[in-house]
């Protein structure tokens, strides 16, 4: 008659297989849950199967641990994937991402939690304000690793509910990327998605990202002119600024 801690299982898919439950370790202290994949779901991704593992919403946990040996995605030819879907976030991880990272009789832990704004530049606070800021994180052996592939691209969702102004400028919401200064660069193709309510983006290597919002408009481009979106698409990722004086105009 004690107090009794709930006991938690992720919830996991496979292509053609049945659904499977694995048990969650949750460590309350640090508002981290934690899943381990195991050879059914490794052999899966190995074999070119896509396999999801949905973690629970579980009371005062923002950061989500995914842990298996490195085999698992170090497949050089794979087209399978593990998707890890958390509050937090969503990771979808290709089954290439680690080879040649590390030995495979290693063990990887990837992290997906709420960063920390505190260290954040003002620039990068100004940029973010309320929205949320995550921090993605590999780790193999206990040993933190900056994760870099450019040969395996990971997709990353966070869920986001856009403010009214937002939504009546949905190409101006976009992902920075924080770098270890602080400072944020826009990931040019980040993207709010109306249909699965997130801010989805693809990335080569880990850090923290965040949903920012950056509307730029021009004197010349008016709302309703038919390329007034891949205008403001593109203005809001920095990849034009214009021609100056607050025209868009390249004549």
Same mark, same amino acid.
């Given at each position: ?5 709930? !006991? ?189 309510? !997130?801010?989805?983006?693809?990335? !080569? ?47």
């Amino acid at each position: 008659s004690g107090s009794h801690k709930p !006991t938690y299982t992720a919830n996991v898919k496979a292509d053609n297989g049945a659904d499977t439950a694995l048990p969650i370790t949750v460590n309350a202290g640090a508002g981290n849950a934690a899943v381990n994949v195991g050879a059914q779901q490794g052999d899966s991704i190995s074999g070119g199967k896509n396999v999801t593992v949905n973690m629970p919403s579980i009371p005062g946990v923002s950061s989500y641990t995914l842990s298996m040996p490195v085999a698992y995605l170090s497949t050089p030819t794979g087209n399978g994937t593990l998707v890890f879907n958390t509050d937090t976030g969503s990771l979808t991880l290709p089954a290439h991402m680690l080879c040649g990272i590390a030995g495979e009789d290693s063990n990887v832990w990837i992290g997906i939690a709420e960063g920390d704004k505190t260290i954040l530049s003002e620039t990068a606070i100004a940029g973010i304000g309320d929205r949320p800021l995550i921090e993605i994180s590999v780790t193999i052996d206990g040993k933190k690793i900056g994760w870099n592939n450019p040969d395996a691209p990971v997709t990353i969702s966070i869920p986001y509910i856009p403010t009214n102004m937002e939504l009546a400028n949905p190409d101006s919401i976009i992902i920075w990327y924080i770098d270890d200064a602080g400072n944020p660069a826009c990931v040019p193709n980040g993207r709010y998605d109306p249909a699965t309510g !997130t801010v989805t983006f693809t990335t !080569t290597h880990f850090s923290k990202y965040a949903v920012g919002l950056n509307i730029v408009s021009f004197g010349d481009v008016a709302a309703g002119a038919w390329y007034y979106k891949p205008v403001s698409f593109i203005a809001a990722r920095g990849i034009t600024a214009g021609t100056g004086g607050g025209n868009f105009s390249t004549d």
